[in-house]
């Protein structure tokens, strides 16, 4: 029996990286699953396809995450589609990194918009259907810069500790109707998000940090929202769980 068999999951910001790491172990687990993006038709198109592969529903959406009105305009027609939704990962996000000396306002709402107000819009929104069916489970994407901070980043920051405090007070407002709510704060995880960390000495100083001892992979987070998508996780809610190699402990 496949852990997820017969669930329908919303995955947000699932064409590259993390996001589409977590489709594709939803969708090798049994689940049917509809995925959104911003810009990349083509590698949306070729996932949607190596989802199907596996013999379940999948269909892509360009739908920003940060604006409310296309998530409800979202979540109405993957409801129509799929019939019920019983797991939302909140992924959708963005870095604008600077100094905060530097940092504009139209940066800093960029990235409030899409990394935390977008987990807002999302969420209002699956609540509904998950309530009518009394279970749920909602994952949204933290880090540990979120726990930890780190120069340059105090818009990044911001919006994943804002992450952490939403998704206790959701676990709190909807444990009774059994809908769990839960984060997940990965360290570095090879993407285009942190490609460029990758190069020269900057690579081995940030290793050096992590007992692990090697940046993480889209798989190794893919892995916690498994475990925190399906049954396996029946008595958790509200927690965050690190996932980066020791770097935050
Ligand atoms: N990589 C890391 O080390 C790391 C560490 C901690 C936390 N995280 C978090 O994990 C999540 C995924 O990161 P990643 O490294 O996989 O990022 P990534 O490789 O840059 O991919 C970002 C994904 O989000 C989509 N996206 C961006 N803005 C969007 C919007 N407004 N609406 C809908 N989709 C949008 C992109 O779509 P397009 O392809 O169409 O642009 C893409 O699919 C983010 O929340 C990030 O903050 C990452």
């Given at each position: 029996m496949k852990l997820l068999e017969n669930k329908v999951a919303i995955v947000t910001g699932?064409?590259?990286g993390i996001g589409e790491a977590i489709a594709l172990k939803f969708a090798a687990q049994g689940a049917h699953v509809a995925f959104t993006y911003l810009s990349s038709d083509e590698k949306a198109k070729i996932l949607e396809e190596k989802l199907q592969a596996f013999g379940v529903k999948a269909k892509a959406y360009k739908s920003n995450a940060g604006v409310y009105e296309e998530c409800e305009t979202l979540v109405a027609e993957v409801l129509k589609e799929f019939?019920?939704?019983?797991i939302c990962v909140n992924n959708a996000g963005i870095s604008k990194d600077n100094l905060l000396l530097r940092l504009s306002p139209d940066q800093w709402d960029d990235v409030m918009n899409i990394n935390l107000k977008s987990v807002y819009n999302m969420t209002k929104q699956v609540i509904r259907p998950m309530m009518k069916a009394k279970s749920g489970s909602i994952i949204n994407m933290s880090s540990v810069i979120g726990i930890m901070g780190n120069a340059g980043q105090s818009s990044y920051a911001a919006s994943k500790a804002g992450i952490i405090g939403f998704s206790k007070s959701i676990a709190q407002e909807l444990g009774s109707r059994n809908i769990r709510c839960n984060s997940v704060a990965p360290g570095f995880i090879e993407t285009d998000m942190t490609?460029?960390?990758?190069?020269?000495?900057a690579a081995s100083s940030y290793i050096s940090k992590i007992p692990l001892a090697r940046f993480g992979t889209p798989e190794d987070i893919a892995n916690v929202c498994l475990f925190l998508a399906s049954?396996?996780?029946?008595?958790?809610?509200?927690q965050t769980i690190s996932a980066c190699g020791g770097l935050c402990m």
């Open positions: 699932a064409s590259r019939g019920s939704i019983d490609s460029y960390l990758k190069e020269g000495e049954d396996l996780s029946s008595y958790v809610t509200g």
